[in-house]
């Protein structure tokens, strides 16, 4: 079975951040922390025990954050 890749997929992929997750992060402070930092988050998960997914609205914002945004991305992740 061979499967294929949906336009909204590979759009969805673009617009992601995964996250290696600091040990003794809280999730809840991260969540809420995210949330008040980041304009364009939709949304985010927890991927496991220690990662996170966040879901920006455009891919321009992605980018625009992991370039800015390491020094607060820092306090909570030890990779983006």
């Known amino acids: 079975m061979v499967f294929s890749t949906k336009e909204h997929d590979t759009d969805w ?3 992601i951040l995964i996250g290696t997750i600091s040990s003794g992060i809280d999730y809840d402070s991260l969540n809420n922390k995210v949330f008040d930092s980041v304009s364009n988050c939709i949304d985010f998960r927890l991927l496991g025990a ?6 920006l609205q455009y891919q321009e914002a992605m980018s ?17």
């Open 64 to 80: 625009h954050l992991l370039e800015n945004g390491r020094t607060l991305w820092s306090c909570f992740f030890d990779e983006l």
């Open 13 to 15: 992929l673009k617009q």
């Open 50 to 55: 220690n990662k996170g997914v966040l879901t």
